[in-house]
């Protein structure tokens, strides 16, 4: 663990957040919680220095997922972020690094790493949009022929590196106990909720096709011409509305379903109970993960046609692949290319549920982790021999088919969902409405907690 080591030590150099002294009422850190994601929202709309970004008439999956916002302070979003996390997480799941992260020594030296290995992926991240040249023209090598001055490009990249770290402090500062869940997560459903609330209402007046669907519903209204707000080729319209509002349903109707699997309690008399696995066993993880490598595509795309121009066989290679990756933006620009729907759909399929199965065995989800637990637990499987194996082949039968079966279903509504247009796009939908579930049980804890002090000291905290 030489390297965990050296980056967590490397951590101990950075201002940090400490925990408060004592627990914060529910309401002082919901008022903390909404300042951070105000400074957020201030930051995702604060151009950087130096930068003049021209009008984009369509937001990117990268720019969704991880809450970036071009030519602003963040313009990484929170990227670096979860980059560094998903890398160190998946080396811990499949055992290339020995940690175990129910020891608290073991969770610090993890957390620790991880916050150098983000700030990390900012510092190269920014180093590379700047050598990249990504906001300037260029004459030649961008790396010298750039018309920014040198001073202008290590602005830009102090500016990209000290947001990515004020990040870092905004999730730290919320996990430690002075607000609600995560930075990270609420990032993520401020930047959905945003692109859907431009998807309703958006308007820019020297733009006729580029508004909303209510500005433009008003437009059609005056001018009698209403059947053209039901597809609109790349815009929101009546279909996407539709889509929004029924994917939502099926998420949040999914997301209360339950698998139930009896046991028996020993050190309680043998009383019986239930252990419900959520229906969505893999939540939305799969498609977030499919997501990173469309938005990586796209990134290394863009990054490669600044450096060598579109004139070159790499470029041409990313540039299909990104095209037959990506969803297609609504209802008519899916149909004009039955080849790109069928490989972007089949490829997301299959992504899905390999992703969805890597990540139950990487994350101590899978039947062996279970079966641990519940052997640690006492509890039992009723008719079943107390054996960490036989336990394990029977909550196999469980597990696995809800791990396929909802890897399918979470592609399955983010594809049909992006297919008709569905504002926000289906991966957003997807990870909003999880996070929006998370919080519900965050709050509704939290209130529990704060309605009957007993419960607190009954759970140690």
């Known amino acids: 663990m030489g390297i965990l080591n050296v980056l967590a030590s490397m951590a101990s150099y950075f201002p940090t957040v400490k925990k408060p002294a004592r627990k914060q009422s529910l ?60 890398i160190l997480q998946i080396l811990v799941g499949a055992k290339l690094i020995d940690l175990d992260l129910s020891d608290p020594d073991d969770r610090k030296l993890f957390t620790q790493a991880q916050k150098t290995l983000s700030l990390l992926f900012g510092v190269f991240e920014a180093l590379a949009y700047v ?3 990504r906001y300037w023209p260029y004459v030649g090598n961008p790396i010298t022929g750039s018309e ?35 930075a990270i997560s609420l990032f993520i459903l401020a930047g959905v909720a945003k692109t859907m609330f431009w998807d309703l209402f958006g308007y820019t007046p020297m733009y006729s096709q580029q508004v909303g669907f209510v500005p433009y519903l008003i437009q059609a209204s005056s001018q009698g011409n209403l059947t053209s707000i039901v597809v609109r080729n790349g815009f929101p319209d009546l279909v996407g509305l539709v889509a929004t509002i029924v994917a939502i349903i099926i998420l949040v109707y999914l997301q209360g ?18 252990i419900p696995l959520q229906f ?6 799969p498609i977030l993960l499919i997501g990173i490598i469309v938005s990586d595509l796209q990134l290394f795309t863009n990054a490669l046609a600044s450096i060598s121009g579109t004139s070159n066989i790499g470029y041409e290679i990313l540039k299909s692949a990104t095209y037959y990756f990506s969803p297609p933006r609504g209802f008519v620009s899916a149909i ?9 759909s089949v490829s997301w399929l299959l992504l899905s549920v390999l992703f969805g199965y890597m990540w139950v065995e990487i994350a101590g989800l899978g039947p062996s ?31 696995y088919p809800l791990t396929v079966l909802s890897s399918l279903i979470v592609a399955v509504i983010a594809i ?39 419960l607190s000291r009954i759970m140690g905290e």
Do not use: H
């Open 148 to 182: 920014a001055s040198w001073a202008i490009r290590i602005g830009v990249l102090l500016q990209l590196t000290f947001a990515t770290y004020l990040v870092m402090v905004f999730d730290e500062m919320l996990q430690k106990g002075w607000g609600v869940g995560s």
């Open 131 to 133: 050598l990249a040249s």
């Open 280 to 285: 969505l066993y893999v939540t939305n993880i």
């Open 416 to 454: 049909v969902a992006d297919l008709f247009g569905a504002y926000g796009s289906g991966t957003g939908i997807l990870l909003a409405v999880g996070i929006i579930n998370q919080y519900y049980a965050m709050i509704a804890r939290e209130r529990a907690l704060e309605a009957y002090p007993i």
């Open 27 to 86: 309401s002082r850190r919901l008022l903390i919680t909404g300042a951070v994601l105000v400074l957020y929202l201030i930051m995702a709309d604060t151009p950087l220095y130096g930068v003049t970004v021209s009008q984009q008439s369509q937001i990117s999956l990268f720019q969704i997922l991880f809450a970036a916002n071009v030519g602003t302070l963040m313009e990484l979003g929170i990227g670096p972020i979860v980059t560094g996390g998903l």
């Open 336 to 344: 004009a290319d039955p080849v790109r729907l069928a490989i972007f």
């Open 257 to 274: 379903m339950r698998v139930e699997v009896p046991v028996t309690a020993q050190k309680y008399g043998g009383i019986r109970s239930k």
């Open 369 to 399: 982790e279970q079966a641990d637990r519940l052997i640690k637990g006492d509890l039992d499987i009723p008719g079943v021999r107390r054996n960490p194996k036989v336990f394990e082949r029977m909550l196999a039968k469980y597990i």
